[in-house]
């Protein structure tokens, strides 16, 4: 049954040339949506958007970039003229180093995309339905790494607990002014950004296994995510704001000082 409220509207999605940005670009262009791709990699954007099965555009921008923004909105208004919809999705994975040997200069990169990006999406996004007299909704991409703590990934998972900061106070500034906003915080999905980790422990090798410690006993797929941003994006969430969905096949959930949950059965490295 098709979700309510995106048929025929404009929907811009960063971050969309490969992973769950493409995976919900494909879903709400199946909808009915417009899609406008967005993706630093121009050639990877031109190829989802010409692969979707409706009207869709693609940009190629930096979504840490003011001037790349503006320019995305720019030509989806001058292509569609209006935006309703946006998934501020873009993110990268940062390093696995450990707190004492982290460059700043790495932690600032992972910050400026992760969390500087979603915040100019948001701006962006507020300006643009003040221009046109109404509401819209936005989904940010967060993570289950926002809602836990890790002695590793520091950068990513700093980005994603202000990425929550965000969404609730975006949600708050939004309601009165019809805007809804939300966030996805998938948990193990195999995608492109987490094969950068390699062989590493906790990268993307050895996330199949990992997967298997969730009460689902399994990973998710991009398009399981991008099922829940479809649905918060559309009118059936039409009273879902300011909150963080977690899709993760139960992982958050778990309690990890219990035996069910997984106590006794890790023993941290030496030196972690």
Known sequence: MALNGLDGKVAVVTGAGGGIGAASARRLAGEGARVVVVDIDGAA??????????????????????????????????????????????????????LPDLPAEDFDRVIAVN??????????????????????AVVVTGSIAGLRGSSDLLPYQASKHGVAGLVHGAAVYGGPRGVRVNAVAPGLVPTGLFAAG??????GGDMEQR???????????????????AFLLSADAGYVTGEIVSADGGASVVNTVRPSGGAGAWVPEDGA
Not at 115 to 136: S, V
């Open 45 to 98: 954007a031109e190829a989802t958007a010409a692969a979707l099965p409706g009207e869709a555009i693609a940009v190629q921008g930096d979504v840490s970039r003011e001037a790349d923004v503006d320019r995305y909105v720019r030509a989806a208004v001058d292509r569609y003229g209006r935006i309703d919809l946006h998934h501020l999705n873009a993110g990268i994975f940062g390093t696995f180093a450990r």
């Open 115 to 136: 969390l500087r990006g979603p915040f100019l999406g948001l701006r962006a996004a507020f300006r643009r339905y003040e221009e046109q007299g109404g509401g819209g």
């Open 198 to 203: 390699g062989a590493a422990r906790g990268g």
């Open 211 to 229: 997967g298997t410690t969730t009460p689902m006993r399994r990973v998710g797929t991009p398009e399981e995510i991008a099922g829940v941003v």
